[in-house]
Each structure stands twice: as C-alpha cells, then as structure tokens.
C-alpha cells in the first residue's frame, strides 16, 4: 500500500507563487512517473506536469513557462512550483504516482490540495 500527501495550497494573489509537495509513504518497493493534476469546479481533471523516474518532463501548454516540477527520489516527494498564478489556476491539485509495492505496480492518487487565485 502506498500514501500520497499534498501539502502546499492555499490562497494567492494573481502573479504570485507557491509551492505544493507530495510525499510517497508506504511499502514502497520503487517509483515510477510522478504528476500533478487539478480540477476546477466544473471541469474535469487534467493532467498539468509529469515527471519520470529519470527526470523528463512534460507539462500542459497552459502551465508551461509558469509551473515546474521536480521530485527528490531519496525522499519519494515531488514537488510543483508555481510562479506567476492567474486566477484561473484555481482548482484542487492532486499528486498522483504509479508505485511498485509489496501488492504490485498500481497507480495512487493524494486526496489534493486546494489552490486559490484571487485578489
């Protein structure tokens, strides 16, 4: 069984920044990929950064310039930073990770972190 807690969120004016952080916990045999996604009311969850267990990245066109993830293997923690937030980046964000367990290789989701962008 494998855990992932966000932690990070909250409320921020328009340009500024924050950062989220997820940490893996469990018995943890290996981790693969490692992503952020979010969902705004109303909307459906979208994928908005990936990284690999070698460290590429990808991210959605509309975050690119402004997000970036990173991930500390020693650690089983990913993180994403936000800079220059607009308000419609308003959403929960949820960590998510394919991990290697004592059950499998199975894929996890964190319960999210609320992110608000507002003045």
């Known amino acids: 069984q494998v855990q992932l807690v966000e932690s990070g969120g909250g409320l921020v004016q328009p340009g500024g920044s924050l950062r989220l952080s997820c940490a893996a916990s469990?018995?943890?045999?290996?981790?693969?990929?490692m992503g952020w996604s979010r969902q705004a009311p109303g909307k459906e969850r979208e994928l908005v950064a990936l990284?690999?267990?070698?460290?590429?990245?990808n991210y959605a066109d509309s975050v690119k310039g402004r997000f970036t993830i990173s991930r500390d293997n020693a650690k089983n923690t990913v993180y994403l930073q936000m800079n220059s937030l607009k308000p419609e980046d308003t959403a929960v964000y949820y960590c998510s990770t394919k991990a290697t367990s004592l059950l499998g290789t199975l894929g996890y989701w964190g319960r999210g972190t609320q992110v608000t962008v507002s003045s």
């Open positions: 990284i690999t267990s070698g460290g590429s990245t």
């Open positions: 469990g018995s943890i045999i290996s981790i693969d990929a």
